[in-house]
């Protein structure tokens, strides 16, 4: 069945970076665009940028253009999230997800806190 497994958050201060990961299996990853989500607390969840199946184009959500990067790798069914420059407004939980066959797939989240 289909799989995603969040990993690599943590507590940073501000300023700083992490990289999120995402490891998919149950699915032809390749063929799939991926996305990240975040839900900070009391707050909805929010779309945070897609990448596109083979990788080749990504988009962002406009509270993170410029400071986070989306990419993949496709030989590892993984999904990453470079994220620099970190604020404290970007304290969340943040998930992949994936769209298969008209199913919505998420992963477990990981936390991530910017606080000094």
């Known amino acids: 069945q289909v799989q995603l497994v969040d990993a690599g958050g943590g507590l940073v201060q501000p300023g700083g970076s992490l990289r999120l990961s995402c490891a998919a299996s149950?699915?032809?990853?390749?063929?799939?665009?991926m996305m990240w989500y975040r839900q900070a607390p009391g707050k909805e969840r929010a779309l945070v940028g897609t990448?596109?199946?083979?990788?080749?184009?990504?988009n962002y959500a406009d509270s993170v253009k410029g400071r986070f990067t989306i990419s993949r790798d496709n030989a590892k069914n993984t999904v990453y999230l470079q994220m620099n420059s970190l604020k404290p407004e970007d304290t969340a939980v943040y998930y992949c997800?994936?769209?298969?066959?008209?199913?919505?797939?998420w992963g477990q989240g990981t936390q991530v806190t910017v606080s000094s």
């Open positions: 149950g699915f032809t990853f390749s063929a799939y665009p």
């Open positions: 997800f994936v769209r298969v066959v008209g199913r919505n797939y």
């Open positions: 990448i596109t199946s083979d990788g080749a184009v990504a």
